[in-house]
C-alpha cells in the first residue's frame, strides 16, 4: 500500500503554492489517458497544459466594502470595490471596467452602474432617492466573469427601511397546534406607534395572506396594551406568510411571520468524501435549518433497520454537527429520529449504503503543521490493482498530486504539509484513472498570514462636533510595515446596528464564502473567533456546503466574453445576406467626449475602435464608406439575467426591537421635515404629483399623440438606458407576465392561477384555438396586442394564424432592443383608448365575443419609424454605451471652534466615508472627519490588501461623551 508523491516543475512560488495544473484539465480530459503514460508523466502533461490556462484565464474575485448595510429614502450608497486574481489573489489587472447593480427580490434590476476600474480597484456611490423600501441586493461582476457560473459575482443584502408602509411598530409571538385533524396558528400581536406608545382599544382590520391568497380577514380591536390574539388554520406550507394590520386612520403594519413547525425543518446528512460504504467506518456531517433558512438546534439518534441506536448526536453551532457512524452492514438501512425545536421528533432517512467503494477522511487539526488523509476501500477495490489520483487543489491550482495503489491493502493513511497551500479552502479530490472524481472533501487552511490592522485614535474619547484623527498602522505577519490600499467606514451606532458576526468583511468573502454555494451564516465567527469550538464549527461547515468553482465551463474551456481593459467599442458589419463585409473602413465620430478615428473590418466583418476617453453619458456616431446594402451591429455582451442574494430575508425595522433603524427611522422623518420646514415630530402627507400629460412625438397613436392611459416619453426611455424593452416594460407595469394556455382557448376567459409562473385558461364560448401550451404576454390578466408605428406585430393568436408570433417572440421582440431604441410607449387599458385599436386590428369575427376592454394594445415609436423591424440607416450607428459612472465625494462637514453650537442638527448615520485609504512605505496613513451632534458610540470597519495578496480587517469603537450639540 501506498501513496507516492511527486515532485513536478512549477511555477514560481506565491503564498508557498506550487502551480502544478488547474483540476479542469484533470476532470474534462478526454479519456485518452496513457495507459502509455507514467502517472508522473501524466500529471505534468496536465500541468503543461494548465499552466498556461492558470496564467491567461484566471476567473476574477470581488468584494464590495459597503458604508453599511441598512439604509432611508434619500440615503446614498457608497461602496469601494477590489477584484482580485483568483488565483494568487493580487489586485487583478485583467478588467478595466466593472457593473454594479441593485436586484429587488424579485429579481428586477432597478439601478445599474459601469464603473472604471484602476489596478484592481474602484468605488462608487449610488443615490436611493428613487427606491421605495425594502429588500434589495447589491451585485457586482466584470464581462470577463460573465464567463463563469453567476455564484462567482459579488451579492450583499441590503434594506431600505421608511415609515411611510409602515406606521406602527409590532413585536409578535406565533405558534401552531393539531385540533380536529386541522393545524391551527395562534398569533400574539403587539402594535405601538413609532414613539412605542400602544395602539390601545382601536378598531383594526385584520388579513392574513399567503403570498396573494388571503388566508383570514377579520375587524377586531385592540386591548389597552395594544394587543391583537388571533387563531387561524394553517396551510400544509406555513411559508410566505404575512399578516397585514391597518386602521381608518391610514396606519398600517405589514408583518411576516416565522412558524417553527416540526414539517417545516430540514435536516440533511452528509457523508465525508461522498457515501457511506459497507464494512468502512463513517464520518458524517449534518445539517439542520428553519423554514428561514437559518440553522436550528436539533439533538437525535442514528437507527438502523432493527431500530436499535447505534449512535447519538448533537448539534454543535447554527444547526450544524457531524458524528462518527460505526462500521456498516452490507444492505444495512439508517434512519436519523431528530428531536426538534419545541420537543416535536421526526424521523429522516440516512444515506444508503453503498457495499462498494472507496471512503476519503481528512484530519485537519489547527495546531498541526500537516493534515492527514486517511484512504479505505472495500476488499474486492484493494485486490483490483486499481490505481487512483489524489489531489489538493486550492483556488483552482493544483497544489499536491499523489498517485493511490492500495496493494491489497484496505487502508492507507498519509500526512501533507500545509506549507503546499495557501490560506483559504483546499478541495482534496480522488480521482479514478479516467480522472472521474469518487470522493471530495473541502478543509480550510490557515497560515495565519493575513495583515496585521491597528487604529489608534488621538482621544480617549470627542465631544459632540469634535475633530476625529484615526491613526492606522499595517503590518504583515512578520511585523514589517506594509504598503496598501484600504476603505474606512464610520457609523453611528444608535442609528446603525453594529452586528459585526452576522456581516461578511473581506477576509470572510475572498477566503470563505466566494468558494461556497448558498448561504452562510455569520460568516465571520469562523474566521475571527480563534479557538477549538469555532474550528470544528468551520469543518461542520465545509463538511455540509456545495462549493463553487471558478473554473471556465466546457469542454475545452474558452471564453465567451472578453475582459474590458478599457472603454471601448466592439462592432460588426453585415450585407444584406448576413455575410461579413471585411477590410471596410468605419469611422468613428464624437462631440462629448470629441473623438474622431477610423478602422478597418477583419476577414469577419468585425471593428473595435479601443481606448476611448472616459466619460459618463458618451455618444458615438458610427459609420461606413460603404453605405450600401450594409448593416451595423454591436457586438456587446448581454447584460446577465441578475438573481437576488440566497440570503433569508431581513427582519423589518418595525417588528422586533431594532433601537437602531427606528431612531434611524425617525431621522430620516426629521430630515424631510426640515426640508420641507415643517415642525420635528409631525408626518407629512403622501405628495400628490399632477404632472403633464406625455407626449411621444411621431407616434401613430389612434388616439392622437399622449392620448393612452399610461404613456412614457423619450425622456423615460433615454434614462433607462440599456434596459431592454421587456425589462423596461417588467419594471414599470408589474401586473406584465407571460402564462402558458393549457387548454383550447376561447376568446371570453376568465384566468385561474396555476401557479406563480403559470395560468391555465377556461372556455366559456365556442370559437376556440385549435393548440395548446402556448405562451402568451398578459398585462392586468388581459392579452397584450404588440403595436409597433401603427404596425401590428403579427396577429393576436398564433392557433389561428401560424405566422402570428406568439409570446417567445414577443419576448424575442422586446429583449432585442434597448429603451433608448425607442421613443416612447403608450398602453391603452380603458374602453376610451381601446376601441379604435380593438376595431383596426382584431379580427370581426372575433370582435363579437370580445370588448374593447378585454384586451390591451401597447404602443411602440421607434426612432426610424419604420414598424417592427426597428431599420437603422444603412452603413450608420448612433451607439451609447451604459453612462459611466464617477463617484461623488462624502459630504464631510467642519465645525470650527467658534461655530460648534449652531441649532443645525447633525442628523448623519455615516458618520464618515474614506474609499481610498493608502498606506506608505512606513504603513502609516491619518484619517480625519468631526463628530455628529449627539453623545454615542460610533463603529469603525477598516479593511483592504496589499499589492501581494495579503488581505486585512478590523473594527473597533470611539465613545462621543459631553454635551449635546445639535
Excluded at 378598531?203 to 383570514?216: E, N, T
Excluded at 464610520?490 to 459585526?500: F, G, I, Q, Y
Excluded at 472616459?614 to 450594409?630: E, G, H, L, Q, R
Aim: proline share 6%.
Amino acid at each position: 500500500m501506498k501513496i507516492r508523491d511527486f515532485n513536478l516543475p512549477h511555477l514560481p512560488k506565491g503564498h508557498g503554492l506550487h502551480l502544478i495544473a488547474v483540476i479542469l484539465f484533470m476532470l474534462f480530459v478526454q479519456n485518452t489517458y496513457a495507459q502509455d503514460l507514467t502517472p508522473a508523466a501524466w500529471l505534468f502533461k496536465r500541468k503543461m497544459a494548465a499552466d498556461s490556462a492558470a496564467k491567461f484565464n484566471p476567473a476574477e474575485k470581488i468584494y464590495l466594502q459597503l458604508d453599511k448595510n441598512s439604509y432611508t429614502p434619500g440615503d446614498t450608497l457608497w461602496f469601494k470595490a477590489y477584484l482580485f486574481n483568483a488565483p494568487t489573489l493580487n489586485l487583478s489587472a485583467k478588467s478595466g471596467l466593472m457593473y454594479v447593480s441593485i436586484v429587488t427580490d424579485s429579481n428586477v434590476v432597478v439601478k445599474r452602474q459601469r464603473l472604471p476600474v484602476e489596478k484592481g480597484v474602484s468605488w462608487g456611490n449610488i443615490s436611493l432617492k428613487e427606491l421605495p423600501a425594502g429588500s434589495y441586493t447589491l451585485v457586482a461582476y466584470t464581462q470577463w466573469l460573465q464567463n463563469f457560473d453567476q455564484d462567482c459575482f459579488f451579492k450583499k443584502q441590503f434594506t431600505i427601511a421608511d415609515d411611510a408602509g409602515s406606521s406602527w411598530l409590532a413585536n409578535y409571538t406565533c405558534s401552531s397546534t393539531i385540533s380536529g385533524g386541522k393545524e391551527q396558528a395562534r398569533v400574539k400581536l403587539m402594535l405601538s406607534d413609532i414613539y412605542k406608545t400602544a395602539v390601545a382599544g382601536k378598531p383594526v382590520q385584520l388579513s392574513v395572506m399567503k403570498g396573494k391568497r388571503r388566508l383570514y380577514r377579520q375587524a377586531v380591536q385592540t386591548d389597552e396594551n395594544g394587543m391583537i390574539d388571533i387563531t387561524f388554520n394553517l396551510p400544509d406550507k406555513a411559508g410566505n406568510i404575512r399578516i397585514i394590520a391597518n386602521d381608518a386612520g391610514g396606519n398600517r403594519v405589514n408583518i411576516p411571520l416565522n412558524f417553527s413547525r416540526q414539517q417545516d425543518a430540514d435536516v440533511q446528512f452528509m457523508p465525508e468524501g461522498g457515501e457511506i460504504i459497507a464494512g468502512l467506518p463513517a464520518h458524517v456531517g449534518f445539517k439542520a435549518i428553519g423554514l428561514d433558512g437559518k440553522g436550528i438546534n436539533v439533538s437525535g439518534s442514528v437507527l438502523n433497520h432493527e431500530k436499535q441506536v447505534v449512535v447519538n448526536f448533537t448539534t454543535q453551532h447554527l444547526g450544524m454537527g457531524n458524528f462518527n457512524l460505526p462500521v456498516a452492514g452490507a444492505d444495512e438501512i439508517y434512519t436519523a429520529k431528530v428531536t426538534l425545536p419545541g420537543g416535536a421528533t421526526r424521523e429522516y432517512p440516512m444515506p444508503d449504503v453503498k457495499n462498494e467503494g472507496i471512503v476519503l477522511n481528512v484530519v485537519n487539526t489547527g495546531n498541526e503543521d500537516s493534515v492527514k488523509v486517511l484512504l479505505a476501500a472495500t476488499d474486492k477495490i484493494a485486490r483490483s490493482g486499481e490505481r487512483y489520483f489524489l489531489v489538493g487543489k486550492a483556488r483552482e491550482i493544483i497544489c499536491y498530486g499523489a498517485m493511490v495503489d492500495f496493494k491489497n491493502n484496505t487502508s492507507i493513511s498519509q500526512k501533507i504539509s500545509k506549507q503546499l497551500f495557501p490560506s483559504g479552502i483546499t478541495h482534496f479530490v480522488l480521482l479514478d484513472m479516467n480522472s472521474k472524481p469518487l470522493n471530495e472533501r473541502l478543509i480550510y487552511i490557515n497560515r495565519h498570514d493575513n495583515l496585521h490592522l491597528n487604529i489608534y485614535a488621538d482621544k480617549a474619547a470627542y465631544n459632540p462636533r469634535d475633530s476625529v484623527a484615526l491613526h492606522i498602522n499595517v503590518k504583515d505577519a512578520l511585523g514589517n510595515p506594509v504598503t496598501g490600499n484600504f476603505s474606512l467606514a464610520v457609523t453611528d451606532d444608535a442609528l446603525v446596528h453594529p452586528d459585526s458576526l452576522n456581516n461578511e468583511n473581506i477576509i470572510t468573502r475572498i477566503l470563505l464564502t466566494s468558494e461556497l454555494k448558498g448561504f452562510v451564516e455569520q460568516p465571520d465567527y469562523y474566521l475571527t473567533v480563534n479557538n477549538a469550538q469555532a474550528r470544528e464549527a468551520l469543518d461542520n461547515l465545509l463538511l455540509t456546503q456545495g462549493w463553487v468553482s471558478y473554473s471556465l465551463p466546457g469542454v475545452n474551456g474558452r471564453p465567451v466574453y472578453a475582459a474590458e481593459k478599457d472603454a471601448a467599442i466592439n462592432g460588426r458589419v453585415f450585407n444584406v445576406f448576413n455575410k461579413p463585409v471585411k477590410q471596410t473602413k468605419v469611422q468613428l465620430f464624437s462631440k462629448s467626449p470629441m473623438v474622431v478615428a477610423d478602422t478597418l473590418t477583419n476577414k469577419d466583418g468585425n471593428f473595435t475602435f479601443s481606448n476611448l476617453p472616459m466619460a459618463d453619458t458618451p455618444a458615438y456616431f458610427i459609420k461606413t464608406a460603404k453605405s450600401f446594402n450594409v448593416t451595423i451591429a454591436m457586438n456587446d455582451a448581454p447584460l446577465p439575467a441578475l438573481l437576488a442574494s440566497a440570503a433569508p430575508a431581513e427582519t423589518p425595522w418595525y417588528v422586533g426591537s431594532n433601537t437602531a433603524m427606528l431612531n434611524n427611522v425617525k431621522n430620516n422623518r426629521l430630515r424631510q421635515n426640515m426640508a420641507d420646514d415643517l415642525p420635528v415630530n409631525t408626518r407629512a402627507l403622501k405628495e400628490v404629483k399632477i404632472t403633464a400629460k406625455k407626449i411621444v412625438k411621431g407616434s401613430q397613436n389612434l388616439n392622437g399623440e399622449g392620448n393612452a392611459d399610461q404613456a412614457f416619453d423619450e425622456n423615460d426611455m433615454l434614462k433607462a438606458g440599456k434596459k431592454s424593452l421587456l425589462q423596461f416594460l417588467q419594471e414599470r407595469i408589474p401586473t406584465l407576465k407571460l402564462v402558458i394556455l393549457y387548454k383550447p382557448l376561447n376568446l371570453r376567459f376568465a384566468l385561474q392561477d396555476k401557479s406563480s409562473e403559470e395560468a391555465s385558461i377556461n372556455a366559456q364560448f365556442t370559437l376556440e384555438t385549435p393548440k395548446t401550451n402556448i405562451p402568451w404576454y398578459m398585462i392586468d390578466n388581459k392579452p397584450m396586442k404588440l403595436i409597433v408605428d401603427g404596425v401590428p406585430f403579427g396577429n393576436v393568436f398564433k392557433a389561428t394564424s401560424p405566422n402570428g408570433p406568439d409570446g417567445n417572440d414577443v419576448r424575442a421582440y422586446l429583449e432585442s432592443y434597448n429603451a433608448e431604441d425607442v421613443k416612447g410607449i403608450e398602453v391603452n387599458n380603458s374602453t376610451k383608448y381601446s376601441i379604435a385599436y380593438f376595431n383596426r386590428y382584431i379580427y370581426p369575427e372575433w370582435r363579437r365575443n370580445l370588448i374593447p376592454s378585454d384586451m390591451m394594445f401597447v404602443e411602440i415609436t421607434t426612432r426610424s419609424g419604420g414598424g417592427p423591424g426597428i431599420p437603422r440607416s444603412p452603413g450608420a450607428y448612433l451607439y451609447k454605451p451604459l453612462a459611466l459612472s464617477l463617484p461623488s465625494k462624502f459630504y464631510k462637514p467642519r465645525y470650527p471652534v467658534s461655530n460648534k453650537n449652531k441649532t443645525v442638527p447633525d442628523l448623519r448615520s455615516t458618520i464618515h466615508w474614506e474609499p481610498n485609504v493608502s498606506t506608505g512605505s512606513d504603513g502609516k496613513a491619518t484619517i480625519s472627519f468631526y463628530s455628529a451632534g449627539k453623545p454615542s458610540t460610533y463603529t469603525y470597519i477598516l479593511e483592504g490588501t496589499n499589492m501581494d495578496g495579503s488581505l486585512g480587517y478590523i473594527y473597533g469603537k470611539i465613545k462621543v461623551t459631553g454635551n449635546t450639540n445639535p
